[in-house]
């Protein structure tokens, strides 16, 4: 499970890290809310980076995909993951995964550990300092009942895979990492290659990411700040 993420390097930053343009009218479109922040949960802004076939751009997303033919948008508040083992079944997410991949590049995630009746975070990063791109889906919806003309909605899920090595026994999901050489066959790959996108699904391997414990604080959605990602002293 990924319920929280980081996410403060801005996204003119990450377009360029990722090699994609900014969607027209980005910066504008975002809030005060949707501002650098170190404790993102679901029904946040997430940015994503689709490539529909005139080359790649950096959108933003609430995270927390409501399919295009929900009735109501609060599906999205319970769709905030997809497990990679199952999203080609769950009617939610089968044709998200057929036509709607994107790059979700975050600063980091937060897992947490249950030890000795306490449940202790622990912040996740690549060990190599990288932007971390997880595999993302990602649907519009515009209410049924609504005018026609109404704008969409973009909402956006990450996809779990079970846990790799990196995760060191502290939770039983991770995002699904993806590595560079991955982006193409991600965004782009066809329906006759759904099946090799699908093994890009796959626990990170050993060596991807470092992790160290953070403050509890993190645990509480209205908490915000740097502080937030510094290893304790129990990391030390």
Excluded at 4 to 22: G, H, K, N, Q, S
Excluded at 55 to 62: C, D, E, K, M, Q
Excluded at 205 to 214: A, F, Y
Aim: aromatic share 8%; proline share 9%.
């Amino acid at each position: 499970m990924c319920g929280r993420i980081a996410l403060y390097t801005p996204p003119a930053r990450l377009a360029r890290l990722l090699d994609a343009a900014v969607a027209a009218g980005l910066e504008e479109r975002l809030g005060p809310e949707d501002g650098p922040s170190w404790n993102v949960g679901p029904q946040r802004t997430l940015f994503g980076v689709a490539d529909r076939g005139h080359g790649r751009v950096l959108g933003a997303f609430t995270w927390g995909l409501v399919p295009y033919w929900a009735k109501d948008p609060a599906a999205g508040s319970r769709a905030f993951n997809a497990r990679c083992e199952t999203v080609t079944e769950r009617p939610a997410f089968r044709e998200a995964f057929r036509r709607h991949r994107i790059l979700v590049p975050v600063d980091g995630f937060f897992e947490w550990d249950r030890r000795e009746g306490r449940r202790i975070p622990h912040f996740f990063t690549r060990q190599d300092g990288d932007v971390l791109v997880l595999a993302g889906l990602y649907d519009r919806w515009r209410d049924p009942a609504g005018p026609k003309d109404a704008p969409w909605r973009y909402t956006c899920t990450v996809l779990t895979t079970p846990p790799g090595a990196d995760l060191d026994g502290i939770h039983d999901r991770m995002p699904a990492v993806l590595e560079r050489a991955h982006f193409d066959l991600w965004l782009t790959g066809g329906t006759d290659e759904l099946e090799a996108v699908r093994a890009l699904c796959a626990p990170a391997p050993p060596g991807t990411l470092v992790h160290h414990e953070v403050d509890p604080r993190v645990g509480n959605v209205r908490n915000d700040g740097p502080e937030l990602i510094e290893a304790t002293a129990a990391s030390a």
